[in-house]
């Protein structure tokens, strides 16, 4: 399974991005696909996790209701949608995938090393 991030950029507070997660492979032996941020010197955080099959969704309390993952089947994508940004935000964001079962999503979304496969990172920076 490959996964690659876009989308990222310099936004000034308030402001919004949407970045993209292209997912390639065959996605069958995964349950979850995540977002994650890792600021510099902190340690990485789940951000916002959907399982792949069905619609629940997960989000870190810090990004509820000014993020919204989404996820096209179609397509392939894992999307992230970020509103109301503030510096705070500011980090690289990774997606990553999880073939662990048996684990509530909410639990797989603050376990990074629950996760297997990851993109390499797209910069997001919040800055006036």
């Known amino acids: 399974l490959q996964l690659v991030e876009s989308g990222g950029g310099l936004v000034q507070p308030g402001g919004s991005l949407r970045l993209s997660c292209a997912v390639s492979?065959?996605?069958?032996?995964?349950?979850?696909i995540g977002w994650f941020r890792q600021a510099p010197e902190k340690e990485r955080q789940g951000v916002s996790c959907v399982a792949v099959s069905g619609a629940t969704t997960n989000y870190v309390d810090s990004v509820k209701g000014r993020f919204t993952i989404t996820k096209d089947n179609a397509k392939n994508t894992v999307d992230l949608q970020m509103d109301s940004l503030k510096p705070e935000d500011t980090a690289v964001y990774y997606c990553?995938?999880?073939?662990?079962?048996?684990?509530?999503?909410?639990?797989?979304?603050?376990?990074?090393?629950?996760?297997?496969?990851w993109g390499q990172g797209t910069q997001v920076t919040v800055s006036s």
């Open positions: 990553a995938a999880t073939p662990f079962e048996g684990m509530e999503l909410y639990r797989l979304c603050v376990t990074p090393n629950a996760f297997t496969q």
């Open positions: 492979g065959n996605i069958g032996f995964y349950v979850a």
